[in-house]
């Protein structure tokens, strides 16, 4: 899971996300089933802040990797917007503890 860090998401709360995250994480106990890292900027400022959600994949950790900073449109990629510590929550213990994505708080369609 990535929490946008861009000036935008950063103004908008993307830290009280983190934070909400860090401590849901910690409190479901599920600091090794979910990697927390604070993503680049995705280009969805309006939508921020930002958070993006992707299976982990078996290849080596590229640290100009392109998913760090843009959707990558891979079937198990889920991007929320308008995030705030409430929802990070939710989508903690729906979408990482029951393997079931919040439909309703996902971001708008981008292409």
Request: proline residues 5%; charged residues 30%; contains cysteine.
């Amino acid at each position: 899971m990535s929490v946008c860090r861009g000036p935008d998401c950063r103004r908008n709360g993307a830290e009280r996300v983190l934070v909400a995250a860090r401590e849901a994480l910690q409190g479901q106990g599920m600091e090794a089933k979910c990697v927390l890292a604070r993503g680049g900027c995705y280009g969805l400022c309006h939508l921020g802040p930002n958070v993006v959600v992707r299976e982990e994949r078996e290849r080596p950790r590229d640290v100009f990797a392109q998913e760090d900073f843009q959707l990558m449109g891979w079937p198990d990629e889920v991007h929320y917007g308008e995030m705030t510590a409430e929802k990070v929550t939710r989508v903690i213990a729906e979408h990482i503890g029951a393997d079931a994505p919040v439909q309703s708080l996902r971001g708008a369609r981008e292409d």
